[in-house]
């Protein structure tokens, strides 16, 4: 291919050309295939929930419409796949818009603890059902620098994932402290944690530590990559660290609002 033989030509006329253009290389084809990945992902993806969705409606027309208690078991399995295909689709669109660089970030000074007490509000209903017990301790006159609709986004990526990956009866903490000119925001669950070896990738694009639970719960396994991008973009960083004695702390780092 021409690229292979102008990585070949340069050295001849420049050493630090040739560096630069068999880097180019790598990175192209790197590119490439995080995009390959990234397609054929998708694509899996959005086949399963179809093809149960389509499966469903077969045996249903084919006579099991008839018997009620079985037809109301498809029709069940239909609605949720169709709410995964409906997640699935606003998690893809959030990401193409972030990459894309068309999401309006307008930044400002954000008081934390507002944010933080309506996204808990949010997942309540879900917390109450698995008795799932959630405290914030966030100051109350703890402000970040930050796009309040990504900054809800973010928080409740994370809050909603604890809550997921919480067994029944578990504490979720969530808390925020000042780091020079950085807030540093956690939300701690007592769940089974994060292996070391996946702790880096969870933060990738369909990344699961267990793809069944994942599903299980109604997850697109797009959430992290989400809060990641959405982070970087308000000048903020993110990752995992282990709780004590079991459990994730999912951290993230804003700007601190300047007083
Ligand atoms: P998903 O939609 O699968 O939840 P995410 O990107 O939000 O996708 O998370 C990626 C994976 O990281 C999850 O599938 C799960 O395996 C793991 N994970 C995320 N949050 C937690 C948590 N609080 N405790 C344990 N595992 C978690």
Do not use: C
Request: hydrophobic share 40%; aromatic share 4%; proline share 5%.
């Amino acid at each position: 291919p021409p690229r292979q033989v102008l990585a070949y030509a340069s050295p001849l006329r420049n050493q630090q050309g040739a560096v630069v253009v068999m880097h180019d290389v790598t990175e192209i084809r790197r590119l490439e295939r995080v995009r390959r990945d990234f397609v054929a992902n998708v694509s899996h993806e959005l086949r399963t929930p179809v093809s149960i969705i389509r499966a469903n409606a077969e045996t249903l027309l084919d006579g099991a419409i008839e018997k009620p208690e079985i037809a109301r078991r498809f029709l069940d399995a239909q609605l949720r796949s169709a709410d995964r295909l409906a997640a699935l689709v606003a998690d893809l669109l959030e990401i193409s818009r972030i990459e894309a660089g068309t999401y309006e970030m307008s930044p400002d000074e954000i008081e934390l603890e507002p944010i933080v007490a309506h996204t808990i509000d949010e997942v309540e209903r879900l917390a109450q059902e698995k008795h799932i017990e959630i405290t914030s301790s966030v100051a109350e006159d703890m402000t970040v620098w930050a796009d309040e609709q990504a900054l809800e986004q973010v928080l409740l990526n994370l809050i909603d994932n604890a809550v997921k990956y919480t067994p029944a009866e578990g504490k979720i903490r969530v808390r925020a402290a000042r780091r020079g000119d950085m807030v540093r925001i956690e939300v701690e669950d007592n769940g089974p944690g994060i292996e070391p070896r996946h702790r880096a990738r969870v933060f990738e694009r369909f990344y699961r530590v267990d793809k069944g639970r994942s599903r299980e719960v109604g997850g697109t396994g797009l959430g992290l990559a989400i809060v990641k991008h959405l982070a970087e973009a308000m000048k903020g960083q993110v990752g995992v660290e282990p709780a004590e004695p079991h459990g994730s702390i999912f951290w993230l780092t804003l700007p601190a609002a300047s007083d």
